[in-house]
C-alpha cells in the first residue's frame, strides 16, 4: 500500500484520472513547451543571415556558450507552463498540487540539495585525485552570471519532476494500482528521452540507463516524501554539479567553471564514469532516504 503522504500526493489526480485525459494533456503540454521553445529561440536565430540559421539554431541547442545555455534553459518555463496548464484544462487541478505540500517540499528540497552536494563534493575530490580538470569560464566571468545560471537551473529541474514526477506519478497512479507502470514507466520514458548517440556515441544506452536510474530514485523519494522536494532538491544538485561546476566535454558546458578532460562519447574512459555516476547516485539515494524516513 502506498504511504499516506503519497496517497494525499496523488489525492488531486483521483477526481479526474481518465487515460485519455492524460494523453490529452501531455499533447497540450508538448504544444505550450514548443510554442515557447519557438519564442525564445527565434529571436536570436532570426538575427542571423538565412544561410546561417541552421547553424546557428544548433549552436543554441548544443548550449557550448553562457547565453545559448541560458537560453536554453529558459525554454523549460514551456514546460512548466505546459503541465500546469494540462493539469488545470483536462483535471481541474491547481499548480501547487503538482508538487504538494509547499512547507514539506522546500523542506525536503533543501535537504537533498545539503546531503547530495556532500555526497558528490566527496566523489569530485576523488574523481580530482585521478584527472586534472581543463578550465571553463574564468572566475570573473562565471560569478555575475551564477544567479542566472541557478535560477535557470531551478526552472529545467524543477518543471522535469513537475512533468515526470509530479504530472505522470500522479495522474498514472491515480488510474493504475500498479507501481511498475506508475513508477517504472514515467522513470523508462525519463530516461529513453536522454538517448543521444551523436553525442554519447557508444555510451548512448548506457547514459539512458543513468537517467532511467535517476527517474526511479526520484519517484521513490516521491513516495516516500509525498512531495517533489526531495526529487527536485536531488535533481538540482545534480545538475548544479554537471552543468556549472564540472561539465563533461560534449555536452552543456556553456556555463561550468571546469570542464573534464575526456568527452562523454570516450568509451575507453566515460563509460566506467558513467557507471560510477550510477553507484554514487545509489548512495547519495540512501543516504537521503535514510534521513527523510526517520526524521
Known amino acids: 500500500m502506498p504511504r499516506p503522504a503519497f496517497r494525499a500526493f496523488i489525492g488531486p489526480a483521483t477526481a479526474r484520472p481518465q487515460l485519455w485525459r492524460l494523453l490529452l494533456g501531455l499533447f497540450v503540454a508538448a504544444l505550450i513547451y514548443a510554442a515557447v521553445c519557438v519564442a525564445v529561440l527565434a529571436p536570436a536565430v532570426l538575427r542571423q543571415p538565412a544561410t546561417d540559421a541552421g ?13 545559448a545555455t541560458l537560453l536554453l ?7 512548466a507552463l505546459g503541465v500546469m496548464v494540462a ?12 508538487i504538494g505540500p509547499a512547507s514539506r517540499a522546500l523542506r525536503d528540497f533543501v535537504t537533498a540539495v545539503t546531503v547530495v552536494g556532500a555526497v558528490y563534493a566527496v566523489a ?24 542566472l545560471a541557478v535560477a535557470g537551473l531551478l526552472i529545467q529541474t524543477g518543471a522535469e519532476e513537475m512533468l515526470f514526477r509530479g504530472y505522470l506519478v500522479q495522474q498514472l497512479a491515480a488510474r493504475f494500482r500498479s507501481p511498475l507502470i506508475w513508477a517504472l514507466l514515467p522513470g523508462v520514458v525519463f530516461g529513453l528521452l536522454h538517448f543521444d548517440p551523436v553525442t554519447a556515441g557508444g555510451n548512448a544506452w548506457l547514459a539512458v540507463g543513468a537517467a532511467t536510474a535517476f527517474g526511479l530514485v526520484a519517484t521513490d523519494l516521491t513516495v516516500v516524501t509525498g512531495s517533489l522536494g526531495a526529487a527536485w532538491g536531488f535533481h538540482f544538485a545534480n545538475n548544479a554539479l554537471a552543468v556549472l561546476l564540472l561539465a563533461t566535454k560534449g555536452t552543456i558546458t556553456g556555463l561550468a567553471l571546469r570542464r573534464t578532460p575526456y568527452g562523454v562519447d570516450a568509451e575507453d574512459g566515460s ?25
Open 73 to 79: 534553459l529558459a525554454t523549460f518555463t514551456g514546460m
Open 124 to 147: 569530485v575530490l576523488v574523481w580530482a585525485w585521478r584527472y586534472d580538470s581543463l578550465p571553463g569560464l574564468d572566475l570573473g566571468t562565471w560569478l555575475p552570471l551564477l544567479p
Open 271 to 295: 563509460r566506467w564514469l558513467i557507471l560510477g555516476d550510477i553507484g554514487l547516485l545509489v548512495v547519495a539515494w540512501l543516504i537521503l532516504r535514510r534521513i527523510l524516513t526517520t526524521r
Open 55 to 67: 547553424d546557428t539554431l544548433a549552436s543554441l541547442v548544443e548550449a557550448r556558450t553562457p547565453g
Open 87 to 98: 493539469a488545470r484544462l483536462l483535471h481541474g487541478r491547481r499548480p501547487g498540487t503538482l
